[in-house]
């Protein structure tokens, strides 16, 4: 059976990937940041997982307004770097799962999450922006992701709740697929930034640390909360966090925060948090004793 | 009206970008959003008024766009992300470009931030 081993809240700020791919982790503009993913990235490797489940949100790259889903599920092989107007970033097409992305998608619509999905389109930042920082491409992907898109561009906006709810029925889909696969959920965007009119580059660092202590603890009032406050409290874009509610959902109520970082440099709130499942926990409890039995 | 959008009208400066503003802005967003195709960029780079004439912009719109009147092409109605590839190929950050919609100098604007390296 298909397991989640935990999930990753992290922003998705294009300047995450160039720092990435001008290798900036020696300049102390930057270093602040890496140091940041660097946990995340130990744990990932540690536990291996098989598939990352993203929710993310596409920059009017590759979906457009002329028809603009509010979820789309991706369930092909393959997905192309977007080119978002330099030509692709220089690193290797995203593999996909298929069968648990198919699967996915006729538990969540048999679950009335009533979704798009799309094959072979190219994925943009908002999806691989950060997945680079704690699962580099060395030089392939080290497996395979389901991406599914979230409408945080053209309002209305699925609400925060949809969002909350989406996760908790991801999880049903993916505890209900038949193979043994290891699973990590990430929710990219955020934290607060605004990047139009007069208000733009407008940050709320205490509302951006509530929000990574309420995301784990205490879920609850902010999937009752509206995107007039998502707005107020963390810009226009800061609204994005609604994807993190979406990982949220996707993970047990017992899932308890290992790490967290948070950087501002310029103008969106750059955060990473990482949250880990009990069962994952345990799995890691029975990878110790087995090393200091060998020992 | 959208419950969710309830008191956002009170947020100073700020453009929501609804189905209103996307109706009003399709046209420019489509023409910002070609320049994620090789082919449209490069006719963009080379000869604007004919890439103009073939997204049909109005006189208005490619103003804004030869003069990357940033404040006046977020008012108008043209998405930031669809305005990001414009910045893109034209070479100008997204600093810049807030810094522009702040009616701030980029010198300005980095004034304002911890790291203004970090870009």
Known sequence: MATILGGIGTSHVPTIAMAYDRNKAGDPDWAPLFRGYAPVAHWVAEKKPDVLVVFYNDHATTFFFDHYSTFALGASAAYPIADEGLGPRPVPPLKGHVALARHMAESLVNDEFDLSVFQELPIDHGCHSPLTMFWPPAPDWPGCIVPIAINVLQHPLPTPLRCYKLGRAVRRAVLSYPEDLKVVVVGTGGLSHQMNGARAGYNNTEWDMKFLDLIARDPAPLTRMTHADYIRLGGTEGAEEIMWLAMRGSLSEGATKLHQSYYLPMTAAMAVALFEEPEAALQSEAESRRTSDTA | ?119
């Not at chain 2, 009170?10 to 910002?32: H, Q």
């Not at chain 2, 994620?36 to 804004?64: I, N, V, Y």
């Not at chain 2, 008012?75 to 702040?102: D, Q």
Request: with cysteine; proline share 4%; hydrophobic share 35%.
């Open chain 2, 1 to 119: 009206m959208n419950p969710q959008l309830k008191g956002v009208e009170s947020i100073e400066g700020t453009y929501l970008f609804d189905l209103e503003r996307s109706a009003k802005g399709l046209r420019l967003n489509r023409f910002l959003h070609g320049l994620t195709e090789p082919d449209k960029r490069a006719l963009f780079r080379e000869d604007p008024s004919t890439a103009f004439d073939r997204g049909g912009l109005t006189q208005e719109e490619r103003r804004m766009v030869r003069e990357l009147d940033w404040a006046a092409l977020i008012r108008y109605g043209a998405s930031f992300f669809c305005l990001e590839k414009l910045g893109r190929v034209k070479g100008v950050s997204n600093p810049e470009m807030v810094a522009a919609f702040r009616g701030e100098t980029l010198e300005q604007f980095l004034k304002t931030r911890n790291v203004p390296g970090a870009r």
